[in-house]
């Protein structure tokens, strides 16, 4: 036995060191399967996509790869010979990384008649297709406020008042897409030469910075399933809404408030990647995506408002939300430019 | 040794490990430099605050994780290498069980351990650094220790000297060079640290290797990114060559012979008792508190996707395993036939130790993304990458065994008529046999825990299980955090098994032998 797996072994190093493996290639044939890209937060109703495999005979399979930002990262390292078909989730924060990258080709579907204009303001060369928007805004716990009597923060000046010491919980814009839009909001509010004070006397006001808004939300937050230490959050505008449809027990009350000028617009898009072999029916799935069933399943199982105009938004969801009227904003371009400067400087202040 | 005993075998044995290294390391690190390299990134990342803070933070925890390490682990070493004592090899066990944990797993328990003050604390991150190293000081300095005379001690004592002046001037002078050299490897384990700073940093801390990683893939930043690698790989570089400068002069033992006797005074008991149980219990009290945090996640353990990543890390392991201990061997008996210098060979093997593991999962990423080389989303770039990372441990095992082996044993076997081949089966290889099964068992025990290289490399559809850890616990609620302490206790219960097992098996074989 003994000599026998020695000459096994030896067997084995022989074969290895004179080294030759061979690999071979899978051929792909059959039905054609799309691979669709997307981030962790993409949960749509399951079986969604039985209608377009019916359809169109072409099956559809998610894959998830982490946040919006790693996602995005993965996809531009990999431009040109992508790992999928079509992305979901690359939002207007991160445009520009996505253009930079020279990751997605152009498609105009036909279903961009249906969208507000407003929306194509940062594509002219239709390089992705928006797909869902929203707003980043500060959420306040209600009931704290009222136990407190003390009254909610309207605007981001607010919380560097004393009134709010160590109540605003935020997640970091490094790792985090609300994150990210929560920062530009403050930049777009007091100016590029500005924010830096802003933070450095937030920082002084005891602001809590977690790595995700998952942390932030459901775990730091008052209002919130974790019934954490913190009534101040940032979220979404639609936050309150999704409070009250997952309430057990059922409520009609929403438990959360929007701080209405501490908003950032956010626009969401998805892309053909650059290189798919199946770019035809890449196609017929951004229609897909856009299309009223679709569109009309984004407000409740992820809590944006749909591009599509024809779509159905729920009562339940329309009752507890509201658009900002005048939501902050930033170029994208400039964004681009600034962008690991300014995070670069932001933890530099944040972590001193 | 003027002559090789196998002169013919001596350079085509490089052939296919010096392609495999040129194509999976040096390749992707030479893309690197090419894609991301400039002056500009250079000086941006030297005069970065960001950076400089990061660079600050990772200097300092390393000195203070090493110097802690050290601290705790001598007198743990004392007591296993001066005494046989009952429970002795439980206490190795524990002590060494959680040097093979994954690095995500002892920042998972530290988790569950300390209160919520501490989570994401630098206090957090030394504390893992401390639990996971002790191993590496214990392991490597009790041979040593142990192989003191006692009489050295006793003369030294009969001629009036203090306890601590006698360890100052016999034993610490006798132990330098094993001490030395474990606390180089601590050093450079606490610098280069990413699994336990991803899970207990949380957004304020950052060492070099996880910014990289922040940078690459979170900010996108390229450029920065490989700029940072580049220092880090620079200052490796640095520090290994003085390592291996270091080693060279000092000598190693060849034949150990261990004084390790029975406690024969009170006082022995004591410490014995004493360091015992509070090592024991740093060990054992971070088990027990994933243990108890677990208890809600048993049920969703085997749910599809965390027994498939359980499978996927099972499968890396063992591929990884026999491509890491194959190079690694094929580098071993080449640097051991040959009359040649063996510097080359030498740097070879220690590149993965400078090129990190985030850098190698970058690098591959970025390399193979072109048809006919899409390797990046092919199944076996991951246990390839992790192979990588294996093979100087590998060497590291092997090439001490083989050059020991006497010349006078293959004569022997000339004499008696034996062709070389059959005198490599008949005198090296049963020589080698048990080096490769320790080279196989640490290279598998690596990819189970790799996480840097795999954080690039992994997709939704094979990851291995300390990605799924990381996973479950950045996401909120107490039953995805449920199940990540469940998965660490597994792996946790395995481990000190393991150790356990292969401590008295090799106590038994040395009574016997």
Redesign the interface.
């Known amino acids: 036995m003994?000599r026998f797996?020695?000459?096994a072994?030896?067997a084995?190093?022989l074969a290895?060191?004179?080294?030759s493996s061979s690999e071979t290639?899978q051929s792909t044939a059959g039905p054609v399967t799309l691979k669709l890209l997307a981030h962790?937060s993409f949960t749509p109703t399951e079986g969604i996509f039985d209608a377009f495999t019916e359809a169109t005979g072409v099956m559809v399979e998610i894959?998830?790869?982490?946040?919006a930002?790693?996602l995005?990262?993965?996809a531009?390292?990999?431009a040109?010979?992508p790992?999928g078909d079509v992305l979901w989730g690359v939002d207007n924060t991160l445009l520009s990384?996505a253009f930079d990258a020279d990751m997605f080709d152009s498609y105009q579907s036909v279903n961009l008649s249906t969208m507000d204009p407003s929306l194509m303001r940062n594509i002219p060369g239709h390089e992705v297709t928006p797909v869902d928007f929203g707003d980043v805004c500060i959420n306040y716990d209600i009931a704290w406020f009222t136990d407190n009597d003390i009254s909610p923060p309207m605007t981001l000046d607010a919380l560097i008042n004393k009134t709010y010491a160590n109540l605003l919980v935020v997640p970091?814009p490094?790792?985090s897409s609300p994150g990210l839009a929560f920062f530009l909001a403050t930049v777009a509010e007091f100016g590029e030469d500005g924010w830096q004070d802003y933070w450095t006397q937030l920082r002084a006001n005891g602001v809590l910075?977690?790595?995700?808004w998952?942390?932030a939300?459901?775990?730091e937050f008052s209002g919130s399933?974790?019934k954490g230490d913190r009534p101040i959050v940032v979220s979404y505008s639609s936050s309150p809404a999704a409070e009250v449809l997952f309430a057990d027990p059922p409520t009609e009350v929403a438990p959360t408030g929007v701080a209405p000028f501490t908003c950032f617009a956010q626009i969401e898009y998805a892309g053909i990647l650059r290189g798919t072999k199946h770019k035809a029916e890449a196609q017929l799935l951004i229609d897909y995506l856009t299309d009223v069933a679709f569109q009309s399943d984004l407000p409740l199982t992820q809590f944006v408002f749909p591009v599509n105009s024809n779509a159905v938004i729920p009562e339940s969801f329309s009752r507890y939300i509201s658009r900002p009227e005048n939501p902050l904003s930033i170029e994208h371009n400039v964004i681009a430019e600034n962008?690991?400067a300014w995070?670069?400087?932001w933890?530099?202040i944040?972590?001193? | 040794m003027l002559v090789s005993p196998y002169p013919k075998t001596s350079h085509?044995?490089l052939?296919?490990p010096a392609?495999f290294l040129a194509v999976f390391l040096a390749l992707p690190f030479g893309v690197i430099v090419y894609r991301g390299a400039s002056i500009d990134a250079f000086v941006d990342s030297i005069t970065?605050?960001?950076?400089q803070?990061v660079a600050w933070f990772t200097f300092w925890q390393t000195v203070i994780s090493t110097v802690l390490t050290v601290v705790f682990a001598l007198p743990v070493t004392y007591i296993v290498s001066r005494f046989r004592f009952r429970g002795r090899n439980a206490l190795l066990a524990l002590i060494t069980a959680p040097f093979l944990l994954p690095t995500v797993v002892v920042g998972t328990s530290l988790l569950a351990l300390l209160p919520q003050q501490l989570h994401y604390t630098a206090i957090s991150i030394i504390a893992a650094h401390v639990l996971f190293n002790v191993a590496v000081v214990v392991r490597v300095v009790m041979p040593s220790w142990a192989h003191i005379s006692p009489e050295l001690a006793y003369a030294a004592h009969t001629l009036g000297a203090s306890t601590f002046r006698t360890f100052r001037t016999i034993t610490f002078p006798l132990i330098r060079p094993a001490l030395g050299f474990a606390t180089t490897a601590v050093a450079l384990f606490c610098f280069t640290s990413f699994g336990a700073v991803r899970i207990l940093g949380?957004?304020?801390f950052s060492t070099l290797e996880t910014e990289i990683y922040?940078r690459?893939?979170?900010?996108?930043?390229?450029d920065?990114a490989v700029a940072i690698s580049l220092i880090q790989t620079l200052f490796l570089a640095i520090v290994l060559y003085a390592w291996m400068r270091w080693t060279r002069t000092s000598s190693t033992l060849a034949v150990v012979h261990s004084h390790a006797a029975s406690p024969s005074r009170t006082s022995h008991w004591v410490a014995i008792i004493i360091v015992g149980f509070a090592s024991a219990t740093a060990v054992i009290a971070p088990l027990i508190a994933v243990a108890y945090r677990s208890a809600t996640g048993w049920s969703q353990v085997w749910s599809r996707s965390t027994a498939s990543s359980l499978f996927v890390s099972v499968r890396y392991a063992i591929i990884s395993a026999?491509i890491a201990t194959?190079?690694g061997?094929?580098i071993a008996l080449a640097v051991a036939y040959s009359t040649t210098s063996t510097r080359v060979i030498e740097l070879i093997t220690s590149l993965p130790l400078m090129i990190s593991a985030v850098t190698i999962g970058l690098g591959v990423?970025?390399t193979f993304?072109?048809?006919?080389y899409?390797f990046?989303?092919a199944w076996w770039i991951t246990p390839i990458a992790h192979s990588l990372i294996a093979i100087p441990l590998v060497v590291r095992i092997v090439l001490p065994l083989v050059q020991t082996i006497p010349q006078s044993l293959r004569d022997a076997a000339a004499t008696l008529g034996s062709r070389p081949r059959v005198q490599?089966?008949t005198v090296d290889?049963?020589l080698m046999?048990r080096g490769?099964a320790t080279a196989l068992a640490l290279s598998a025990a690596v990819s189970i825990g790799e996480f840097g290289a795999t954080s690039f490399l992994t997709?939704?559809?094979n990851e291995t299980l300390p990605v799924t850890i990381a996973r479950l616990l950045?996401?909120?609620?107490e039953s995805q955090h449920a199940q990540a302490y469940a998965l660490a206790t597994l792996f946790f219960v395995f481990s000190i098994g393991a150790v356990f097992i292969a401590e008295v098996t090799r106590n038994k074989r040395n009574i016997t032998s």
């Open positions: 003994k797996t020695a000459l072994l030896a084995i190093l290895a060191c004179s080294g290639e962790d894959v998830r790869g982490g946040d930002g790693e995005l990262t993965k531009a390292l990999t040109g010979t790992e990384r970091s490094i790792s910075v977690v790595d995700g998952t942390q939300y459901s775990t399933s974790g962008r690991v995070l670069d400087e933890s530099s944040v972590f001193k | 085509w044995l052939v296919v392609l970065n605050s960001n950076l803070r949380g957004p304020a922040f690459a893939v979170q900010l996108g930043d390229l920065g026999i194959l190079i061997t094929c990423l970025i993304d072109t048809s006919p899409a990046r989303s490599w089966l290889l049963p046999r490769i997709r939704q559809s950045s996401r909120p609620g």
